[in-house]
């Protein structure tokens, strides 16, 4: 199986994190997806992702402590392997695990996907549960050296023993028997253990075995540049920075991060913003709000996502979607660039502007993106001979030439415009 | 222009630095190009290049002391820019700068090249000359915290003047006036500077201006990878390690760095892996020698370089190139990936062995590169599945497939071979 | 000569780089001089330094553009050795240098400081001019790769030749003879220089050589605590931060410093917290302006400068000192400290509070202060028992105890109070 | 209780590490207390150290595997605390711990000693036992996210919590309970966690609450010197650098180490230069073997450990301790510096040869150490002038002046000698 199939243009879904935290539970799954089939579905938006914990008790129930509890009990079977928690997923008892819950997301025509984190859990470590298909147990596999900075659940694996790769096979041969279609594995895209690497090659491998083409997610970011070639070949998507939120400077920043990768987005591989936090967050993480962006702040946010095709995923609590944001996320002009412009890159930037450009070769069109990084109303526009240049094209306006801004849908005459502070146009050139 | 047009494979040549460091004076150059265009233009090579101070007096004249003498004299015209020092380069007096040298190596066909440091020279600061088409001096436009870690020679520039970028296009002015082809710019490839950056994108910029498609060739490495997207927007090759020589470690070390640059190899942006110290250099070091690779040391290198496709410039004093060595660099299979394959990658590497893999798609042919980087004989191959998987491909080997080893010309049955120590072996593979 | 001999106790005076920056002159410092003489001098006040760039012509003069004009010109004599610039030191010309303005200072009862940078003037090396008593040149003895990151005057020195030693002796030979007793050596405390340590060692020498007990201050900080033995064996002072400013942020950075260096004060070594910008200060900034400290932080870094038994060195201009900062700088039993107590050590540090304590034995007087760290009223205490335990003291209170606190002359039952925001308290308690 | 008064000179004596690793027994540590008791007491040595993992069933038994076995089975108690494993301290059981062993070595004359790792039994964590005094368990008081990089048994603490301070009260309770005089305290040193010196005060504040002088020793190093004045303040001795073993880059390393930390030796205060692996070792490690240093490196060792005021603890297995090497533990005027010297600093170093000098002030007595660095022999001498200066002294040597070399005993004329590459001279200087 090539991986690079698996995805052929960027992944575009919803995520329980930004809402729900460590929370979420099968109804809301199922509520989530039905919004999602329902509304959503034909836009391209096809993903539901169960976010982190889902095989802990009493998660969240200590928030005011900790937001993942140390030492807490987890739902794990005798290979090690963790389980839904039934407390919060009833449908997957008696062996079942996510297959019921897959099978209603797949039923909606929409695709189902889980968070892992790196490792077997530190509790099968120090009972020495065992390794399905080996006579070893997680004792002899785990690294007692190798734990997640910022959740206390599991120890990383040693990787230089074949049963570690067993292990990894047996989590995938599972997720395949669910009808798992996407695992974003935590604590390993950053590199923060020695192992890292190798437990990367270690997931692709497995899965590889496991004869289901499944997504394969690296997070925390910031993803390392230098290893940009392992990232490529072996996943198809990874984190770029640390966690997003409904904070402009986290969106200021992402232009750092974007201008770094630029050179790396190709079929089957997308260096990843992160999730959207548009709409209705943070319930899971007891300060439930409407999106601190502005309008103008989420309109820069699409537009840079779009255009420098990063995987999209909706944070927002799916059935508390306004029209406004919903507007937003279905804007199919805008959208069209995920699947249909490529060579995205940076033209400028700097403190107060920053300008984008990719193309659609087939469709001789250009786009262009104008963001206002700074705090006032200012005029931008771009220096058509610099984007020629830049593009290696001898003219761009003609007499057939027509330019539409596709937020507004308005025709313009050139490419400039009076933008407001944090917000973006996204043009469209294109020969009529 | 398009900087991309100007370099559409990678560079081959020569240049002056292995063999005469900073001693080389017109009769080197002329020799040297009259070899090459006699023995090695058929087979691709074409560049001539001037390295380092060309501008000095006396330059190598206290090697026990000094590589470079520091507050020596230069010559230098009214505008603060460097010419030929007339003791060495007679054809450049009277202001005719490296123009007569330029048209004699045209004369026959090849590429002239020279080598700059960036800045101003440190002198003009001081004595505040001036800078063409500009009522600013030298001392206006030098940065007087801006210096090369390793060379006296200049001050880098003052980025935020105009006249700074003026020094720069007046540059560009007389090398293209001089009909230089390649202009190879040192101290500013690893951003040991702050300006860097700022410094690359002006002298872009100024090659754009000067009508003439001079390629860009930046020193000296290693390079930053966050900044890949940078030396590829404005930039035709840079060098991704330190200085390389003749010794094995600097062989080996290349792996490390051509894995991190893999995919950053397209059209007119080539990372840079160092000249080729084959057969006699080190005379101006006071170390001339036969090099000190063994001549399967040197296929290894030169497999490296082609599969990955590294600009290949010759170190070696040309008119003392033996029959093996020169064997070594006309193999007309292995320079042919140098501009008909893509794609390469390295399939796996550990401290026994590297192999990489490239493609021609129009040729329908695949290549692979042995290395054996251990201590003894060994016997390397590939696995096929691994390789087919790599490559999406269905399958390799078929009743129609030859295999053909481009070193020894000899067919083989698969992909392995016994190979000895630091040596390599290059297949190449396709359908009859 | 014993260099702990040099300074008991730790140097108190006056540096006109606070006021006057590059610009001062032979008149502000008569001026300075004969104020600290008739107002400041009874209570230990006594170095008056001249800071950097008393050599430069129009020193200031572009204080837009730059601090240190770059390539500007200099006053220097035939062996490559700075000397006054005579438009501002008048008296110092016809080889006089800065012995006359030292002399006037002397006969005031005061001691004379002068500030230089480390190396020889960039100037002298593209010049090539004499070092005394060798026959080499500034172009042989200067480091052209050892600059200053922020001022563009001097090449450090080439430390492996003689003749660089002969260059630093000829300099203090010369101050000697000036009547120099201070001399404070920039851009050499924080080891920026691969040769920073060699060229201490080497002042250190020709001190030792030149038969005047001068005072060797090192800038600018901070200073690095792995070298903190360097300091101590050939150093009288040394910078432990970068530029302190009327910036109460930059008083409450000071925790930092003295806590990592409070044990490394002793006869003839002291740490240093850098200038006193209190009074008028900035001219030469073209800020002229009053201290931004209030006077409560005013209190606060005198407090700490005494109990840790910095060096204090006044920025002020001298001669607009008004009431309520002459209290501050004069008040006996405070700066009683600097001369009369030890073993300075801070007991307790969090974002709120500091509190440190010294003894002095002889008198059998323990000293503690109280720091308010917050951002308003605080009551703040020492717990008895830990001060006990720290200080291996059985007892503290005892009925013939007396507790004064120092600023404000009061007489307390237990060392503790309400204290403003950045204020402090400086308890003495002895038996009577 | 004034910890500087637990050891008012360094400690000496023997510590189990060397030999044993993590397999010492009972009656590994009678064997040795009693030999030390007949042979060594009298010259000073008295400490008796159990080091790292008594409490581990199965110690070492997987030691081609690992050196310290991952989720292995300890013996603990109630309330978390580790005590000796029964099968290797049979006189443990019943609760009463190390109280019998440290009987013993008490009735020999000697002192008792052993090592702890920072923090809480993983497992404890895990199961959740409970801690002394408290109505917490160990889940609530372990950082789940604080491991020790080599060692798998621990979490360090929580030390935001009251009842972490409690756990560490109540091992030093069992500890002073059962007789200990001495703990080495691991993974704490060289601030590996961010809890590091929070941890050590917590340990220090335990100690002055439990009643007994316990001298508590730090490991493992490099310690960081920004952080001097937190073991001085908190701790007896601290390693200066990793582990030492029995090969001479590591002595010459130790140069670097007592340079920075020369200034930093005081009554109760010691940077320790880490055991003395002479004689037998390593039988714990399956490398048993005579130690690999010569016996001019082991009298380098010994002549700057003892000059440079090092505590001293031989890691040799004293029952097979050959004449030879007993002979250089066992020089009285030697072992003298230690309790009757002070001031030690570095006069001089480069790569061929060190000196290092300190004084007896009551007894008016110099001592200069010259170590030959190089890989031949060398005559290697003091520059009087330079000695005096660095001492402040007006005169060394007069015809009342004995120099006498301590190692051979003979008396010389100056402070010179040829020396063995690798060895050492150290002259005592005093008027008759």
New interface residues.
């Given amino acids: 199986?090539?991986k690079?199939?698996f995805a052929l243009t960027p992944p575009m879904g919803w995520n329980s994190y930004d809402y729900y935290d460590t929370t979420v539970n099968e109804q809301h799954i199922k509520d989530n997806a039905a919004y999602m089939a329902k509304h959503l579905k034909k836009y391209g938006w096809e993903y539901i992702v169960v976010d982190i914990e889902w095989y802990s008790y009493g998660a969240g129930s200590r928030r005011n402590e900790y937001q993942y509890i140390?030492?807490g009990k987890v739902e794990m079977d005798e290979f090690s392997r963790l389980l839904p928690c039934p407390e919060r997923f009833p449908s997957s008892v008696n062996g079942k695990g996510f297959a019921p819950l897959a099978e209603y997301v797949h039923s909606l025509g929409l695709k189902f996907g889980i968070h892992i984190m790196r490792g077997i859990p530190?509790?099968a470590?120090?009972l020495?549960t065992g390794i399905k298909g080996t006579d070893k147990t997680a004792?002899d596999i785990?690294n007692?050296?190798s734990?997640c900075?910022?959740n206390?659940d599991m120890y990383g694996l040693d990787v230089g023993k074949q049963e570690a790769q067993a292990y990894y096979d047996s989590l995938m041969e599972l997720y395949a028997e669910w009808g798992v279609d996407f695992v974003k594995c935590d604590d390993i895209c950053r590199y923060d253990a020695d192992t890292s690497e190798q437990e990367i090659i270690m997931l692709h491998r497995a899965i590889?075995k496991c004869g289901r083409p499944i997504v394969l997610s690296l997070s925390p970011g910031p993803a390392i540049?230098?290893k940009?070639?392992v990232y490529?070949?072996y996943a198809n998507m990874w984190r770029i920075t640390d966690d997003l939120w409904d904070d402009w400077k986290h969106i200021v920043n992402m232009f750092d991060r974007c201008?770094?990768w630029?050179?790396?987005v190709s079929e089957g591989c997308y260096p990843d913003c992160d999730m959207i936090p548009f709409g209705m967050i943070g319930r899971g993480f007891r300060k439930e709000r409407k999106t601190n962006l502005t309008i103008d702040e989420q309109v820069s946010l699409m537009t840079l996502w779009c255009i420098f095709r990063s995987p999209l995923m909706l944070g927002a609590e799916l059935t508390q979607l306004d029209d406004e944001t919903e507007k937003l996320l279905t804007n199919e002009k805008v959208l069209h660039l995920l699947k249909h412009s490529h060579g995205a890159?940076?033209l400028r930037r700097n403190e107060k502007e920053a300008v984008w450009t990719s193309v659609d070769d087939e469709a001789g069109i250009v786009y262009v993106a104008l963001f206002n990084l700074g705090e006032e109303f200012a005029n931008l526009s771009v220096d058509v001979q610099e984007l020629c240049?830049s593009l290696?094209l001898d003219f761009l306006y003609e007499s057939q030439t027509t330019i539409v801004e596709l937020w507004s849908g308005k025709r313009y005459m050139d490419i400039s415009d009076n933008i407001p502070k944090h917000g973006a146009r996204l043009f469209r050139i294109e020969k009529q």
Same sequence: chains 1, 2, 3, 4.
């Fill in positions: 199986m090539d690079n199939k140390p030492f530190r509790i470590a120090h020495g004792s785990a007692a050296y734990i900075p910022w206390p590889s540049i230098d940009a070639w490529e070949k201008e770094i630029q050179n790396h890159k940076q240049d290696s």
